[in-house]
């Protein structure tokens, strides 16, 4: 779990630091993915265990976007305040490909 209890946020309740939180997602997102889950249990997992609130809000809305039945990548470019277009981009050629690995690369760059 993570505590940002001291971090300024933006309008839309994320850290200013967005890069780091990102990175802390991709990370989570993959170990959840290469375990196993499925993109809407993994998603679940960090929505649930994370304690920054613009995350989980942000997760929250991505997770039932894509339990709509949107496509990982759509869900993601509706909060492009978090996701960039490279990573949104990134994602949707995962999602035509090995997701996995794309997630994976994502999480350490």
Request: glycine share 6%.
């Amino acid at each position: 779990m993570h505590d940002d209890s001291a971090v300024a946020h933006d309008q839309n309740g994320l850290p200013h630091n967005n890069k780091t939180l990102l990175k802390q997602f991709s990370q989570q997102f993959a170990d959840l993915i290469d375990n196993g889950n499925s993109i809407v249990h993994s998603l679940f997992e960090i929505e649930h265990e994370h304690r920054d609130l613009g995350l989980k809000r942000v997760v929250r809305s991505v997770r039932s976007d894509v339990e709509l039945g949107a496509n990982l990548a759509d869900a993601m470019a509706k909060h492009n305040h978090f996701f960039s277009d490279y990573y949104i981009q990134q994602v949707r050629e995962g999602e035509k490909g090995d997701l996995r690995v794309v997630i994976r690369r994502l999480s350490s760059s």
